[in-house]
């Protein structure tokens, strides 16, 4: 039993304990619950309830091109990762049988096994996931799943929580019929991102992302605004319509001919874009001066130009725009999808940060393996009561690029080195597949291998039998110098 230590901070309004048993939890969890809702200190209105968060998470991910581009390349990769049922002992042929039956579980449900780790890996952005399971008797009496299904973060409204914080289970709000549906712990999959917070809701990118999405929403909007005010480049037409106003008074012209006269100039203006069968001959003459000399003036009668203007600011919302985006990928991880779009950048660079990329989804990849076999895994195994020592694991590996020339760089290096892969080496085949090209034929390989090793062996010794006749004419020579 541990003394309490003596205190420097004098009273502190609290009964202090006079012992402490270490396998009690004294502390809380730092959010507080109201009937089950999560009291927020989020000062934002829009951000207040879960729903109202959820439609705006969104809506960002909809409506903003790189948010969605992200997501999207994230879960993809995500997806794209190969599942292992490890088996507990390798050694062990019940330990595969188990493992064997394990995977066909997974791979036979309703929803194919990559579609559910897709939506799982949602809690990176949305803060937390929910999805529910079901359960379903196999031909072989094999208690497997029938389904593992999301229920979405926006119907997760309350949260049964106990003293120590554990969660006992979620309320959903049907969105069917308004009614409460409670979903108990040990029948869902639930992955939270609790890294910057303990609430049950957790807090993911999302919510890092909303302040600059409004930014970004801003700028757009004033980029379009300044281009639709933009009066540079549209056409001006000049014509002297008092003179032919006054003609027509006259009666020097008609209507007919007025409308004639005028109406190619106006629907030049009205209708200019840009072909090639788009052109307008105009009248050379210009003004002349009112006085008695008549003199003409540098002014045309007839005239089109298109208005002139001072640099806007167009440039610098773009940068702006650019900026923005930026701070976005960076958020997300895929910065490296924006490299090379102003023109700079290097491969290195590239590569640096799509190794980092590829180490954010390594991390989320182990997340949800933890919680597959926390959730999923331990839950098969109890309901067909299997011994715990067969229970296998769910292990991910992610698929990574491979650069054919690079491992080529390799083998030569190593080679150079004097450590030569052999010939029929899988390695060897393994290049070949990754460059396209059709597999070898093993035997035939090690057949030509086995003809060549023969004719090299033939090679040395005929090499040796000419060094032995060399040496034997070059001794008899010196005997018979000697005699």
Do not use: C
Request: proline content about 4%; charged content about 25%.
């Amino acid at each position: 039993m541990a003394k309490p230590k003596e205190s420097l901070g004098g009273n502190v309004g609290v009964d202090k304990p006079s012992s402490t048993n270490v396998t009690d939890t004294l502390g809380s969890l730092g959010v507080a619950l109201y009937g089950g809702y999560i009291y927020s200190n989020e000062r934002d209105p829009t951000l207040a309830d879960s729903v109202s968060r959820n439609t705006l998470y969104s809506a960002n991910l909809v409506n903003i091109s790189i948010v969605g581009a992200g997501v999207r390349f994230f879960l993809n990769m995500i997806a794209n990762a190969t599942w292992t049922v490890t088996p507990s002992d390798d050694e062990s042929l019940e330990a595969e049988e188990y493992a064997e039956i394990l995977d066909d579980i997974l791979n036979n449900m309703n929803t194919p096994w990559k579609r559910v780790v897709r939506r799982a890996a949602m809690y990176k952005f949305y803060g937390f996931s929910v999805q529910e399971w079901t359960a379903a008797k196999r031909d072989d009496g094999v208690i497997g799943l029938l389904d593992v299904e999301p229920r979405s973060n926006a119907t997760i409204e309350r949260w049964d929580l106990n003293l120590r914080g554990d969660i006992m289970g979620v309320i959903q709000r049907n969105p069917q019929d308004q009614a409460d549906i409670y979903l108990p712990r040990e029948k869902i999959v639930y992955l939270v991102d609790d890294a910057l917070s303990d609430s049950p809701e957790g807090l993911g990118i999302f919510r890092h992302i909303v302040s600059p999405a409004r930014r970004l929403q801003r700028y757009e909007q004033l980029e379009g605004y300044g281009y639709e005010s933009d009066l540079r480049g549209i056409p001006i037409a000049r014509a002297p319509l008092v003179k032919l106003a006054a003609m027509k008074q006259n009666g020097e012209i008609s209507e007919a001919d007025f409308k004639q006269i005028v109406d190619p100039i106006r629907s030049f203006v009205s209708n200019h874009i840009k072909n090639p069968s788009l052109g307008l001959v105009l009248d050379s003459s210009s003004y002349t001066s009112q006085d008695s000399a008549q003199r003409p003036s540098n002014v045309a009668a007839w005239d089109v130009e298109l208005l002139k203007g001072a640099s806007d600011s167009q440039d610098d919302m773009n940068v702006a725009i650019n900026r923005v985006n930026h701070e976005i990928a960076r958020l997300i991880g895929v910065e490296h999808l924006l490299l090379g779009a102003d023109g700079s950048g290097t491969q290195a660079l590239s590569r640096d940060k799509s190794d980092n990329f590829f180490l954010i989804i390594d991390s989320a990849l182990s997340e949800l393996a933890e919680g597959f076999n926390r959730d999923l895994i331990n839950a098969i195994w109890e309901m067909n009561a299997w011994p715990d020592d067969m229970k296998p694991h769910l292990t991910p590996s992610m698929s990574q690029f491979q650069d054919p020339e690079a491992i080529a760089a390799t083998l030569s290096d190593l080679a150079s080195a004097g450590a030569p892969v052999s010939l029929d080496d899988k390695v060897i085949d393994d290049l070949y597949e990754l460059m396209g090209l059709s597999k070898r034929d093993l035997k035939k390989v090690k057949a030509d291998m086995a003809a060549a090793s023969l004719l090299h062996q033939e090679n040395l010794n005929a090499a040796k039998e000419q060094t032995d006749l060399n040496d034997k004419g070059q001794k008899d020579v010196e005997s018979d110098i000697k005699d």
